[in-house]
Nanobody, 124 residues
Framework: VQLQASGGGLVQAGGSLRLSCAAS????????MGWFRQAPGKEREFVAA????????YYADFVKGRFAISRDSAKNTMFLEMNSLKPEDTAVYYC??????????????????WGQGTLVTVSS
């Protein structure tokens, strides 16, 4: 499994960005795909997840109402639409994949495959 994250950049507070994660190497019907982030000096934390087959979603409380996760099964691509960005959203964002159907798994160790990360910087 290969995961390639892209779409990060510099944005002002209140702005928006859309991250993409291109997945390859197998079919993902029995997988959950997720986004994590890691700010400087902090541990990697869960952001959102989506089940590839059913489209069920799960979000960390701090992004509910601001971020939206989705996937395009035909293109094997997952997205994270980020709105109303805050300086505290500044981090490297990673996409990840895990075997299974339960979306409410939020630990780093729950996930089997990781992409390389894309940097999001939100200026105040």
């Amino acid at each position: 499994v290969q995961l390639q994250a892209s779409g990060g950049g510099l944005v002002q507070a209140g702005g928006s960005l859309r991250l993409s994660c291109a997945a390859s190497g197998r079919t993902f019907n029995n997988y959950v795909m997720g986004w994590f982030r890691q700010a400087p000096g902090k541990e990697r934390e869960f952001v959102a997840a989506i089940s590839w087959s059913g489209g069920q979603t799960y979000y960390a409380d701090f992004v509910k109402g601001r971020f939206a996760i989705s996937r395009d099964s035909a293109k094997n691509t997952m997205f994270l639409e980020m709105n109303s960005l805050k300086p505290e959203d500044t981090a490297v964002y990673y996409c990840a994949a895990r075997r299974g159907l339960v979306v409410a798994r939020t630990l780093y160790s729950d996930y089997d495959y990781w992409g390389q990360g894309t940097l999001v910087t939100v200026s105040s």
